[in-house]
């Protein structure tokens, strides 16, 4: 039986065109810097859990936009444009998290790593290009017409 968990991500920019990043600080793919997100807690909205999550991975607080696209990640896996924490398989089966990654825009805070975030920071393409990214990020960005 395979297992569902629903999370997100937000794909935001600054004025510079600058992607917001996050580093990982836990696995998979810890030391690699992702777009903010996590889990959907229960009863919580999509939006709301894009709007908690941006704000407990870097003290940002946005207002979500238009849906980008929805991505499932076997849980394990190695790639992905969000950052979910994701798990091992249970015992009973599969998990896959089926990750909604929103366009969001910040409204207020500053910039700050917090939860389970290393650090986070402003990244334009050539910092992007030298950041040791989550896998398929920067393509699937692209792919999506969002990458700019």
Known sequence: MTQRILGVGAIIFDDADRLLLVLRGRE??????????????????????????????????????VEAWVVD?????????????RVGPS?????????HDFVAEVVAGTLCAGDDAADACW?????????PLTDGLVEH????????
Do not use: C, F
């Open 28 to 65: 998979p793919q810890a030391g690699r810097w992702s777009i903010p997100g996590g889990k959907v807690e229960p009863g919580e909205s999509l939006s709301e859990a894009v709007i908690r999550e941006v704000l407990e991975e870097t003290g940002l607080t946005v207002t979500v936009g």
């Open 73 to 85: 990640i076997p849980a394990g896996a190695g790639s992905g444009a969000s950052g979910p924490n």
């Open 91 to 99: 015992s009973s089966g599969e998990v896959i998290y089926e990750v």
């Open 123 to 131: 990244a334009g393409p050539e910092e992007l290009a030298a950041l």
């Open 141 to 148: 960005l692209r792919r999506h017409g969002l990458l700019r």
